[in-house]
């Protein structure tokens, strides 16, 4: 397409490529993971494992916020919904991961569930200021990036004694999720890790420190654009095949060591740890997930409805678990692109464009056709 | 009241105006006949008596529902009108005769009305077809979105030519007319109330013109369509499925205005599923492509024509597409309503 300076990017493009097929080992292989569902997004959508070479192997991470929602947290909502009779407020995402019962969202509505799609927190605040009659929740979830527009919601329903206002809070943790990762016994033997572009903003570069110090893992911040991910896989590969195990920065012109303060602030003004919280895939992780702080109880929907959480096992037949933790490729779940297409996902992977399946039959699946294999690029 | 005039500038669509009695002759003569006259209008009898037509008519259908009802570049008139000539000259005929059957809300202002009708009327003139036909009905209020328009189109198939999108084979060349986007990006901005810098129009425009050049060349002509809701990535696939065969295009080769890929970039939409109702997609012999796009590029509706890629085999039906950056992914088909991203 004519973008302004498509030609420029492709020609860097190429010759980044070039110098990583320069330098990466023949017969090497470097198992790099990018977390964050955005890059999984990017990698797909601009065909980026065409102009790798074949030592480079991109795993695909947990960070896509729909993906790693268990199906107990969103039976919770469902519930919420059906019974307790509350208009739900929810990121389009959201609505069509498949829960218990063949129910999701999405058909949830059309059983009378008040339903409504927002497009950020705050709206979900005008709709209880504008509805006081009716008890709103907001079904938070979402990484670091999307946590400080919650809490900042959240302070100002507590200054303005907004009281039909609640939040059923599954904010959850990057560095967390990546810990998991890396000591999960069958866990990818990963070598590397593009960290994630708008995450970092938030938290800075500094948490990635101790993988790089205790694990032996390099990792590189990179931004969304494919020039950023190629110049962070050439980074890796540079500190790889040097013995290196730093956190280098690749997007500065976003993310700085420290961080977004003023955010972090937010967050730790109105959340705290929880123990411990159920992840898709990875199972219940120690301390990689957020609840509201005692002084905010009030706003959280599960103290105010008195909700209990259910684990709930995975559909039968599905991998999402194993591809979550970068064990699986999508093309390896026995029913990816059968059973289970984007038109009816029956695993969170399927969901929204950033899940590693949606991405793979969305953008990549030609690749897996023997003919077009042959092919090549 | 029958001998009041319509009062155009304050008058509003009223249950009688639908009701088959006096004020329906009166909105019928003073509003619609007077902007649409022709001779088979005039007759005024149930339906219009048309010569025979020379050679194998050609009859294609429509309904339009647009939010909002006027936008850059146009309006649900003129778009009633180009979206039913499109699609009559993509069967590689000429455009005749239109039938327009009109649903009207109570309380519809009929200075809007005066406005659609009169651009229809515009647009048919600009296409050179005639308005012969027409109907129409009043809804109560609330049960309409101001005006819903179905026009039906009649035209006569050029001696000789067949187009089908069941005639795509591999090596076949595919050819767009123009930049996309640029219909649907100007509706979501007008309705979503997004400002950009660089305002976004609607490309909405009758194509028989050019396809009368493109008919002209000599080239050999295997499909035309006309990539409007779903976009090129919906009409290619269309295609490919109807012929089984596979496509691989060119990013980089698909026109794109700047201030479109700006917004579509924004807002985190891809150009190649939103609407065009101005733009065609040709499929034709591959020796063929260079002197068909020349014959576009001299019409002023395919200045910006360019070949996008070629029919390849594959029985997957792929549409392929080589990216920007070089490497290769599926365009799909639009999978379910896009929702916005959240990480
Ligand atoms: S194909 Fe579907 S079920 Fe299988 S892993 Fe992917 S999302 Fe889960």
Redesign the interface.
Known sequence: MKYIDEFRDGELARHLAATIAGEARAGGEYRLMEFCGGHTHAISRYGLADLLPPAINMIHGPGCPVCVLPIGRIDQAIRLALEQRVTLCSYGDCLRVPASDGLSLLKARAQGADLRMVYSVSDALELARNNPQRQVVFLAIGFETTTPPTAVAIRQADALGVNNFSVLCNHVLTPAAMRAILAHPTGARLHGFVGPAHVSTVIGSRPYETFASDYGKPVVIAGFEPLDLLQAILMLLRQINGGRAEVENEFTRAVTRDGNRKAQAAMDEVFELRDSFEWRGLGSIPHSALKLRPRYAGFDAETRFGLDYRAVADSKGCECGAILRGEKRPQQCRIFGTACTPEHPVGSCMVSAEGACAAHYLYGRFRDTPAMAAEGA | MAGLKLDLRHGRVEMSHGSGGRAMAQLIDELFAKRLANDYLAQGDDGALLPAVPGRLVVSTDSHVVSPLFFPGGDIGSLAVHGTVNDVAMMGARPLYLAAAFILEEGFPLADLERIVESMAAAARRAGVQIVAGDTKVVEKGKGDGVFITTTGFGVARDGVTLSGRNARPGDAILLSG?IGEHGMAILAQREGFAFDAPLVSDSAALNGLVEVMLDSGAELRALRDPTRGGLATTLNELARQSAVGMLLD??A???Q?AV?AACEFLGLD?CYMANEGKLVALCAAPDAKRLLAAMRGHPLGQNAAIIGQVIE?S?T?V?M?????????L?WL??EP?????
Do not use: V
């Not at chain 2, 080589?322 to 599926?330: A, W």
């Not at chain 2, 929702?339 to 990480?343: A, E, F, K």
């Open positions: 930049s990013e980089t698909i026109p794109i700047p890929a150009p594959d997957h792929f392929q080589r990216t920007r950056l070089g490497g290769r992914r599926i799909d999978n379910g929702l916005p991203r959240i990480c």
